[in-house]
């Protein structure tokens, strides 16, 4: 059974850095692309980083360029995503999410159907 469980969400003054991770577990996690998708309140899901199952090949949003980084490590099935700068409108939920397919799927292509399964989600509150 796929089984992802994120943490490192806290709150967070704007301009403030923190890293979140997601524990990955029931699958070959280094066969798999992985993503980051957060979720404000009141709007629906938004794809923020993509990584390829070998961590080699990576794509963000506009709203995480030059902010965010995605990262993994295969050894210890575990990905990463890094936020700096971070600003009032970051506040939201964030998942990390398993491509349904093995193999990289773009950031253009990220939705509930090529990442199918998500965890729990971790949140993050930028304010002052």
């Known amino acids: 059974e796929v089984h992802l469980v994120e943490s490192g969400g806290v709150l967070v003054q704007p301009g403030g850095s923190l890293r979140l991770s997601c524990a990955a577990s029931?699958?070959?996690?280094?066969?798999?692309?992985m993503s980051w998708v957060r979720q404000a309140p009141g709007k629906g899901l938004e794809w923020v980083a993509v990584?390829?199952?070998?961590?080699?090949?990576?794509a963000y949003a506009d709203s995480a360029v030059g902010r965010f980084t995605i990262s993994r490590d295969n050894a210890k099935n575990t990905l990463y995503l890094q936020l700096n700068s971070l600003k009032p409108e970051d506040t939201a939920m964030y998942y990390c999410?398993?491509?349904?397919?093995?193999?990289?799927?773009?950031?253009?292509?990220?939705?509930?159907?090529?990442?199918?399964?998500r965890g729990r989600g971790t949140q993050v509150t930028v304010s002052s």
């Open positions: 029931g699958f070959p996690f280094g066969a798999y692309g």
């Open positions: 990584i390829s199952n070998g961590g080699r090949t990576t």
């Open positions: 999410a398993k491509s349904q397919s093995m193999g990289f799927v773009p950031i253009s292509l990220a939705d509930e159907s090529t990442y199918n399964y």
